[in-house]
Structures are given as C-alpha cells and as structure tokens.
C-alpha cells in the first residue's frame, strides 16, 4: 500500500467514524418511529375489522326485525360494544400519529442542531488551521532571526 492510499483509507475511515457518531443519536428515535409506525397499521386493521363486525351486526339487527326480544337486546349491546371499542382503537390510532409527527418535528430540529454543530466545527477547524499557519510562520521568523544572530556573533 503506497502513502498514497494510506491518505485515503484515513479519510475513508473518519468519514465512517463520523457518520456512526452522527446517525448513532437517532437510532433509538428512528426504532421508535417504526414501533409507531407498526402500531398505527396494526390499529388501522383493527379499526377496519371492527367496523366490519359493526356493519355486521347492523345488518343482524336489521334483518332481525328489531323484536324487542331477548336476542336484539343481546346484538344491541355487542353492538354498542363494538362501537366502543372502535371508538377506542381510533383515538389510539389519533395519539400514534400524533406521537409519529411529534417524533418526525423532533428528528427534523436534531438535523437541524446536527448541521448547525458541524457549521460550527468546519468554522473552529479554519480558524484553528489559520492560526497553526500564523504561529508556523512566526516560528520560521523567529529561527532565522536566531540563525542570524548566530551567525553575527559568530563572525569577528
């Protein structure tokens, strides 16, 4: 492997180092985004099979006549049962997405701080380099002014 390439890999393997780092802070909100995400399809079928079970029952209590006897007081209730319980599976529904775009708003605000940070970064690393540049070449001054010296007093 020639220096050539040694330059490279380096580079290579600080990008890589950089990108773990950077995405290694929103791993856990992105699992937590797809455990949302999961879970709202899974109540969305819910919803679905209760409404159907729902418009079933209708359909039952429809056809049944609407006798006041026992059984269309049991349908009533599974009926009302049903309804509830889809009532219940939509709100669960609404607070998932509602807890997905809030994760999605927080996700954008950390890129949003990520970029800002690494803005930051790139402006202390050119500031810093300008100043290694400045103290280098005050050094090199200051060593040919010694050498000078040196050599004066050296010299009858």
């Known amino acids: 492997m020639s220096d050539g390439d040694s330059w490279k890999l380096y580079i290579l393997r600080k990008l890589r180092e950089r990108n773990s780092k950077e995405t290694s802070c929103f791993k856990e909100l992105i699992l937590s985004h797809g455990r ?3 879970q709202v399809e899974n109540l969305k079928k819910d919803i679905t099979r209760l409404e159907y079970q729902n418009n079933e029952l209708e ?7 609407g006798s006041t006897g026992g059984g269309a007081n049991k349908l009533n209730k599974r009926v009302e049962d049903l309804q509830e319980r ?3 599976r939509t709100d669960e529904v609404s607070e998932a997405c509602r807890a997905t775009a809030d994760a999605m708003v927080k996700v954008t605000e950390l890129s949003s701080q990520v970029r800002s940070k690494d803005d930051e970064i ?8 300008s100043h290694c540049f400045l103290e280098r ?3 090199r001054v200051a060593v040919q002014l010694i050498i000078l010296v040196l050599l004066s007093v050296s010299q009858p």
Do not use: M, V
């Not at 359909?59 to 006549?65: K, M, V």
């Open 36 to 38: 949302l995400f999961d």
């Open 59 to 65: 359909r039952d209590l429809r056809e049944g006549g």
């Open 86 to 88: 889809l009532l219940t």
């Open 122 to 129: 790139s402006k202390k690393e050119t500031q810093i380099l």
């Open 137 to 139: 070449d005050y050094l």
